[in-house]
C-alpha cells in the first residue's frame, strides 16, 4: 500500500513551500505520484488525504487559500493515469469519514473515484482501522452508496 502521509509540523517543516492548502495538496498529489512511479505498491491511498489536513487548523496551520479540487486536477489526472498503468488499485477508505460521520469525507472523493472508474481502475476497501472495531467500519454504507458501491462492485 503506498499511502503520502505529509503531515506539516511546527517543529519539522517537511516542506517549506507548503504553507496554504492549494501547496499541501500539490506537494501531496506529488508524491502521491512519486509513489506510484515506482511501481512497487499493489495500491494507492489515500489520494486526498488533505481533506482531513484542511479539516484540523489547529494541528495543521495552513493558510486556507481557496483550495479546489479542480485547481489540482491535472495532477490528480497523472496520479490516476500511473495508476492505471501501473495495474495498481485505488484504495476506498472511510476513516475520515467515520470520525466526521459524513458518508462525503471518504478517501478518495466522489469526483477522483469517478474519474479513476472513467480509466478502468480498479478498487479495494481499507478501513484504516487503527482498532479492532474499525474492521470493516462503514463498508454496508459505501456499497450502497451510487459511486463508491459501483467502484467497489466493479
Sequence with gaps: LG????HVL????????SKTHNGYASAMLEN???????????????????????????RFPLENDGFSENIHSELIEAVLNEIKAKGMFLEINPHFATSTGNISNTYPSVSIVSLAMEKGIKFNYGSDAHTPHHVGIML???ANHPVYGRALKE
Design 140 to 142: 454496508e454504507e459505501l
Design 32 to 58: 502521491t505520484l512519486s509513489a506510484a512511479k515506482t511501481g512497487l505498491f499493489d495500491c494507492i491511498a489515500p489520494i486526498d488525504m488533505y481533506k482531513w489536513i484542511f479539516s484540523n487548523p489547529e
Design 10 to 17: 511546527s517543529e519539522i517543516d517537511i516542506f517549506g513551500h
Design 3 to 6: 499511502s503520502s502521509h505529509l
